[in-house]
């Protein structure tokens, strides 16, 4: 994944928090936030796999005037998944019946997120390994390293994650 | 409020329900705000006929912000230096989810803690490690 810009957004930091159920004032309530040790409002932790929304590559969106969505709409699935489809953050993506999962995620902060900041992530691969599941078969792990950095290129924060490729759905047993 | 050095020891835990009866609207949620819409998460149609699992699941990463919800109302707000987390199991609609967050190591002015998520069944769904600025 690769995002030039990732504008981070009190409104998108408010409305990320609620998804988690996080209703802590000091990610919606600016005059609250002032009175808090970080002195504003900061972005929860797990805020950076928001940036998804600002990569133009993402392949879990369905894209405007893409290729065809692989959810359902009038069958069951629109489109075969695609091989490259990888979720944010380096989680591995991908629908259909052996598909990608997040297996792993790492966040190491050099700072904690604040409205106004203007982010940018290149990732790199990691490492790659295999094992064998009890419930899905062989499973192919896969990390990447993701660097988010302000505009003056300090880093803010490290994400590491690992998606993980099963041979097979995971038995619910 | 941030804690104290002083008064941490190895061994203390703090807990928090995170969710009861997980909604697939708070999946939605979650969706609409990480950006992630792999179906898996929303789309029952595709999830059951072409995905082969038995509904909708959420995401690793929702499971993983709840989790940080007690873990920052415990070491305090813009305290976390690191938080890491494995999937153990997937978590679906309808489950309860009861975090923990248990003291390892106090030094140097940090606290390194052990952290585990578990459903209503007892089966951990998340296990990682975190670790926070004291004062």
Redesign the interface.
């Known amino acids: 994944m690769a995002v030039e810009k990732f504008p981070v957004e009190a409104s998108h930091i408010m409305m990320f928090a609620r998804s988690v159920g996080d209703g802590n004032p000091i990610y919606h309530d600016d005059e609250y936030a002032k009175s808090t040790e970080p002195g504003g409002i900061i972005a929860p932790p797990t805020f950076v796999q928001a940036s998804a929304q600002f990569d133009p590559n993402h392949g879990l969106r369905p894209k405007i005037d893409g290729d065809g969505w692989f959810g359902s709409g009038g069958a069951p699935s629109g489109a075969k998944p695609r091989g490259d489809r990888k979720s944010g953050g380096g989680g591995g993506g991908g629908g259909g019946g052996g598909g990608g999962l997040h297996a792993e995620q790492r966040f190491i902060y050099h700072r904690h997120m604040r409205p106004g900041d203007v982010l940018s992530a290149t990732s790199r691969p990691g490492k790659t390994w295999e094992k064998q599941g009890r419930r899905s078969g062989k499973l192919v792990f896969s990390e990447s390293v993701t660097e988010y950095r302000d505009l003056n290129g300090e880093l803010v924060v490290t994400a590491i994650g690992v998606g993980v490729r099963t041979e097979r759905p995971v038995d619910q047993g | 409020m941030?804690l104290k050095a002083s008064k941490l020891s190895v061994g203390d835990t703090h807990a928090e329900r995170?969710?009861e009866d997980l909604k697939r609207t708070?999946i939605v949620?979650?969706a609409?705000?990480?950006?992630?819409?792999?179906?898996?998460h929303?789309?029952e149609?595709?999830t059951t006929?072409?995905?082969?699992?038995?509904s909708v699941f959420a995401?690793?990463?929702?499971t993983?912000?709840?989790t940080?919800?007690m873990?920052?109302?415990y070491v305090?707000?813009?305290?976390?230096?690191?938080?890491?987390?494995?999937?153990t199991n997937?978590v679906f609609p309808g489950d309860t989810l009861d975090a923990t967050a248990t003291v390892t190591e106090v030094a140097d002015g940090i606290v390194a803690l052990d952290v585990s998520t578990v459903n209503q069944n007892g089966v951990e769904v998340l296990r990682?490690t975190a670790k926070a600025r004291v004062d």
């Open positions: 941030a995170l969710v708070q949620m979650y609409g705000a990480s950006g992630d819409y792999n179906p898996v929303t789309d149609v595709f006929q072409v995905a082969g699992y038995p995401h690793g990463m929702l993983m912000g709840m940080g919800k873990l920052t109302n305090g707000d813009g305290r976390l230096t690191e938080y890491g987390v494995r999937f997937q990682g």
